[in-house]
């Protein structure tokens, strides 16, 4: 049979609808579920489960949250006629909508403050924006897309989150591998594959599935994790993952993984709200828990590592110009402490660079660090991701009708004598940048991302 061609066969969900699966697809799924087939053919006829996660120390601003994900407790599921992607705090990087059961991977990777992580298929960003939560803006968190219109979006969900330790790579995972071997502590692969746990979510995806389909994906999947364990260190965690159920990227993917790589092991791990993985696999079954579903194993590396050490990005030695970019920081977003040896000059602006993040010399780094601003004529103009990351000493809170004219960029009166660079904010979130001068609040938030939005 041709790909997107059906096998004629029909699951039949509470919703009354008929769902055709593709050729092979249900064959393969009983060799593997076997009495268990029915209600799993009949979960992919039901309502899509959505989640919500907030951006940490925040809590859910949007309302619509409900029972907390027992793998990710801070992250709720979320109502089924939520409108929380078309409202004000989520372009303003409050939350982040993602399916359940893709915040899992992040769990078991579960990183710690300080250290170097890397997500080697990041796009969207939903898993990276996840583990720079755990990380707590300390350490390096290098998130690479090889599709360079994906790596966009990444790099603007990284900034609409305000994440200000991250890297954002645009490359092939083996030139990230020939610069980086042996430095991270933690890698995240959540590999691309045939996308079976999207057949609910997204049914069209039936069509561009067929049986040759997973192998296709495991011979990639293949190259993937094998650099990706060049760039481990000894004794550091691997954590691979896919949203499709098939053996073949699954287990197996995993099984010819540890032949290639003795000096890799299963890592057994607890994850909440699922049984224990003494074997360090683990999958979630949308007939099972309430997601999509989801596979992952945890490995580690117990050989040693291949280590080049390579020189971290330096900045140059402070002039006269980045010393104004460095008391422009300080009277402005007071409370931070900036390290003036990390400011450093990146096209016509200025970044905050992670501490020690590396050299990538033939590399597309679409994000360094935090961006800061960039200095026209004799005045810095602050960056948006300045204002998403840390906000700023002046605030000026914003009700909800004047939150959505300001993010479709509109100028708003100010308040009675102020002036000078502000955040807005609403409901305690910073929007953006606003200058106050005459009675006027200019709004800096940026051309291309704004849009109408609900309070």
């Known amino acids: 049979m041709e790909k997107g061609e059906m096998s004629g066969k029909v699951s039949r969900g509470s ?19 076997k009495e268990e087939l029915k209600p799993f053919l009949l979960s992919l006829a039901g309502e899509a489960v959505r989640g919500i996660r907030p951006r940490p120390g925040l809590g859910d601003l949007s309302g619509d949250g409900l029972d907390p994900i027992p793998w990710a407790p801070e992250a709720r599921y979320l109502k089924a006629d ?27 990777l579960c990183p710690r403050p300080g250290e170097w992580v890397l997500d080697l298929c990041a796009a969207p960003g939903g898993k990276s924006t996840q583990l720079a939560g755990m990380m707590d803006g300390r350490g390096l968190l290098l998130c690479n897309e090889v599709v360079p ?34 430095r991270f502590d ?4 959540d590999a691309p594959c045939s996308g079976e746990g999207m057949f609910r979510r997204h049914p069209e995806s039936r069509d561009e599935w067929n049986p040759g389909l997973p192998a296709m994906c495991a011979e990639r999947q293949a190259r993937i994790l094998d650099d990706a364990a060049v760039m481990l260190k000894t004794g550091g965690t691997l954590v691979y993952s896919t ?7 699954n287990e197996e993917t995993v099984a010819r993984f540890l032949e290639r ?21 683990l999958r979630l079954w949308p007939h099972r828990q309430r997601g999509e579903g989801h596979f992952a194993a945890a490995m580690i590396r117990t050989g040693t590592a291949e280590t080049v050490r390579k020189p971290p990005l330096r900045a140059p030695r402070p002039e006269k110009e980045s010393e104004g970019v460095l008391s422009f920081l300080r009277d402005t977003v007071p409370g931070v402490s900036w390290d003036p040896g990390r400011i450093a000059r ?38 948006h991701a300045l204002a998403r990351a840390f906000g700023a000493g002046r605030k000026v809170s914003l009700g909800g009708e004047e939150a959505a004219a300001y993010m479709m960029g509109e100028t708003l009166p100010a308040p009675a004598g102020s002036g000078g660079w502000a ?11 606003v200058k106050i001068s005459d009675g006027l609040m200019k709004n800096h938030y940026p051309k291309g991302i704004r849009r109408k939005l609900e309070p």
């Open 15 to 33: 919703s009354g609808k008929e769902q055709k699966m593709p050729a092979g697809f249900e064959e393969e799924m009983a060799l593997i579920l």
């Open 82 to 108: 939520s409108r929380a992607g078309g409202r004000v705090l989520h372009d303003a990087g409050a939350y982040y909508l993602q399916e359940p059961s893709a915040m899992a991977p992040a769990a078991i």
């Open 149 to 182: 219109e994906r790596a966009k979006v990444l790099s603007g969900n990284i900034e609409r989150m305000g994440i200000a330790n991250a890297m954002v790579t645009s490359a092939p995972t083996d030139r990230l591998s020939c610069l980086l071997p042996g």
């Open 186 to 189: 933690r890698i995240l692969v």
């Open 243 to 249: 949203c499709t159920f098939s053996r073949t990227e």
């Open 261 to 281: 790589h003795p000096d890799f092991e299963m890592l057994p791990f607890a994850l909440p709200g699922c049984s224990p993985s003494p074997e360090g696999t």
């Open 346 to 383: 990146r096209g016509d602006g200025y970044v905050y660079l992670p501490e020690g993040a590396p050299e990538l010399p033939g590399i597309r780094v679409l994000r360094c660090g935090l961006c800061l601003g960039a200095r026209k004529g004799k005045v810095f103009a602050p960056d």
């Open 423 to 433: 955040a807005a904010c609403y409901q305690g979130v910073s929007l953006g940048w």
